[in-house]
């Protein structure tokens, strides 16, 4: 691993790096499996996109052998490449080692109680200030994002669709913070809108049962 160009691509924050190492270890892990699947049901284009994403991802964190296995097997597949097959399973060992190795290195740093202190901290927040909370993160590059993301997915339950939550997450665990700043913005308005017309049916309630 290039963990000193990892870093550099999260403005050296080691927190947030070593988060986003344990979210690729997490997503990731069946990659090989669902790239074969895909091949057995003759579609390349999803083994050859599945293949591309964990060649991005791997590249931004700094994993090089991952990145470059993952690199001959997308190209493999583009080309129809008679050994697809081998790639696979050169892609297969190379994922699963680091992988292995990933969990075993980060496995002993991991903050204890961390959630529960912000579950805690987001009890009494609202929606706004979840948000802001995010967004102001989210443009530093810094660790706490991600638990972050937690309280605004609380914070804007039943006013959001859970859909546009679970996209700003997927932007977040691919390293995309320009995408992330936009769908998190997108929330944002949606919010609003939602608050205001449960304000709006509140204020009409309260009418009706005035006899107004």
Known sequence: MNTADGLNRVAGNRRLYRQLLLQFAAKQADAASHI?????????????????????????????????????????????????????????????????????????????????????????????????????????????APDALRSVARAVAGIVDKRHVDELAANLNDFDFEKALAKLNEIARLCEEGTDDKHERSGSETEFARGG
């Open 36 to 144: 074969g699947a895909a091949l057995e049901d003759g579609d390349s284009v999803l083994a050859e996109r599945i293949a591309h994403t964990v060649k991005g991802v791997a590249g931004n964190l700094g994993i090089t052998d991952v990145h470059r296995s993952a690199e001959k097997l997308e190209k493999g597949i583009r080309e129809s490449d008679p050994h697809v097959r081998e790639l696979i399973d050169d892609f297969s060992a190379t994922l699963s080692a680091q992988i292995g190795a990933l969990n075993q290195a980060l496995q002993d740093s991991v903050p204890d109680g961390g959630e529960q202190a912000t579950g805690a901290h987001a009890g009494g927040e609202n929606a706004t200030a979840a948000i802001e909370r995010l967004r102001a993160l989210l443009e530093a590059s810094d660790g706490d």
